[in-house]
């Protein structure tokens, strides 16, 4: 009997605590926006819904201490637009703390304390965007994400390691942006069944690109900017048939070899900041879709006059900061469309007299710090240039009149070069 008394009190008393424990907002300060004016007031409540105004539409900050987001504590509210919960200091979401939000478009949580997103969280919403950026996250459950619908979910800045193949179910996702996390590999699977577009890895810790992950019929653009990557197969991106973008700059690259690209869409490639040296003669063939190709900051020797030969929409290369000595013949012979030619920063010494033949127009070509010591008057020909930088060379002199030289050429740069006196006097007179 006694027992049964003192059960029956912890009991009650236990009910008294998780009551009083469920209020989820509790003297926070929500402000929205009513006739162009912002109104602030402190509530305490057990669901948001209670606490906002009754208007066709709101979009709704609450600023605070808001430890925990409690099963139904964001319900039920048919007008709630955005919901803004960053810096609160959240450190946690119950399964089923949103539901019933059919105006929903902005969920941001960013820059609170969450480390884990339990299965069931994001449930039956159709947003245009969650944030979850710097946060401290090191797990997402399986189901975290249900019967979902999202143009943009951000999970950047967390402490993601490991991404297994059940956190998305049902979902349909626009952009996923991974940004500095450490991941370095993704269930396959995980991510191909969502109609993702854009993936974006930038800041992980990807060794390589692996197909059984990277198969994602839809992307168009993925973004491994800043990862380990040392290594590209023949065959890696054989199922990301749609993709035109990918960043692979500042990697560990050493090599280009070929049949990584052919046959893709690829209209820009960003391979700058790594450390290749070798780069296969057909590496960037069948590219029939290539506009911008970025090589600069690594170690190339030789340019290859074959590498472009097949890349006829190639508008703008950058290969600046390089090793290479020589510009060979014809390097651009396929190309009508290049506007933008950057070499500079290598250690060029000679250009074949034929480099630029067959080009009608450049909108900038860009020789400036190399080793080149002589500038023969036919190498631009009849080739119309908008800028020509010349500048930090070892030119002491141009033979000939720099008028006809130049006469295509709307701007050009000399500075920084050993003029010979005789030659300075017509270098001031041309500018
Ligand atoms: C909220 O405000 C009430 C009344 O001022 C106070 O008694 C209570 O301790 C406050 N709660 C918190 C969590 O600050
Ligand atoms: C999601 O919302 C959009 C616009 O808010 C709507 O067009 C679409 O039909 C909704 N999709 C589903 C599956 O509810
Ligand atoms: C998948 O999710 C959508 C909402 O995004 C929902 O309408 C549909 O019923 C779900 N399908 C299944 C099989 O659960
Ligand atoms: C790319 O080229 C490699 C060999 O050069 C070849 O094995 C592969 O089938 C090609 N890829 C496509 C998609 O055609
Ligand atoms: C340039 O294009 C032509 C026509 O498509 C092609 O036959 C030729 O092989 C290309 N040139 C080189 C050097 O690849
Ligand atoms: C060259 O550029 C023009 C204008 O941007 C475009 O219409 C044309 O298709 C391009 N040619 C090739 C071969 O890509
Ligand atoms: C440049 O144009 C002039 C005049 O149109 C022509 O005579 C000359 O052959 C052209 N030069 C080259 C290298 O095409």
């Known amino acids: 009997m006694r027992s049964l008394v003192l059960n029956l009190l912890v009991c009650i008393l236990l009910v ?187 800041g992980n810790n990807f060794e390589e690109i692996d197909p059984e992950i990277f198969d994602m019929q839809e992307l168009v653009s993925l973004d491994l900017y800043s990862n380990s990557i040392k290594l590209l197969r023949s065959g890696d991106l054989r199922d990301l048939p749609e993709l035109k973008e990918l960043w692979l700059s500042e990697n560990q690259l050493e090599e280009i070899p070929e049949g990584v690209f052919n046959n893709t869409k690829l209209t820009d490639l960003y391979l700058a900041n790594n450390q290749i040296a070798k780069i296969a003669g057909k590496a960037f063939e069948d590219m029939p879709e290539l506009i911008v190709l970025r090589l600069d900051f690594n170690k190339v020797t030789d340019w290859d006059n074959n590498w472009l030969s097949e890349a006829k929409s190639i508008s703008e290369i950058s290969i600046s900061y390089n090793l290479i000595t020589e510009i060979p013949d014809e390097v651009l012979k396929n190309n009508s469309n290049v506007t933008k030619i950057d070499v500079q920063g290598n250690k060029i010494r000679k250009i074949s007299t034929k480099a630029f033949y067959k080009l009608e127009h450049i909108d900038h070509l860009n020789l400036a710090y190399n080793e080149i010591g002589n500038w023969n008057p036919d190498l631009l020909g009849n080739v119309s240039i908008v800028s020509l930088d010349l500048s930090g060379n070892r030119l002491k002199c141009i033979k000939g009149d720099l008028e006809t030289i130049f006469r295509n050429v709307q701007i050009v740069y000399l500075d920084n070069n050993p003029w010979e006196e005789e030659c300075a006097k017509k270098i001031v007179e041309l500018q």
Not at 76 to 104: H, Y
Request: proline fraction near 4%; aromatic fraction near 8%.
């Open 16 to 202: 008294k605590v998780t009551t009083s424990e469920k209020i989820t907002f509790e003297n926070v300060t929500v402000q929205w926006s009513l006739n162009d004016e912002l109104v602030e007031s402190v509530a305490t409540s057990d669901n948001l819904k209670k606490i906002i105004p009754d208007k066709t539409q709101v979009s709704v900050e609450i600023f605070g201490h808001v430890p925990i987001l409690y099963e139904k504590s964001v319900f039920d509210a048919p007008n709630l637009k955005t919901l803004d919960l960053s810096s609160v200091g959240l450190e946690e979401i119950e399964p089923e703390a949103f539901g019933n939000l059919p105006l929903l478009e902005d969920l941001l949580l960013a820059s609170n304390g969450l480390t884990q997103i339990k299965t069931a969280t994001f449930t039956n919403l159709n947003v245009s965007q969650v944030v979850l950026s710097s946060n401290s996250i090191t797990l997402l459950e399986p189901g975290a994400f249900t019967n979902f619908k999202a143009e943009y979910v951000s999970l950047d800045s967390n402490k993601l390691t490991e991404f297994s193949s059940g956190v998305f179910e049902n979902v349909t996702l626009g952009t996923l942006s991974l940004n500095h996390n450490f991941l370095y590999t993704i269930a396959p699977g995980a991510l191909s069944a969502i109609g993702l577009t854009r993936l974006k890895l930038f």
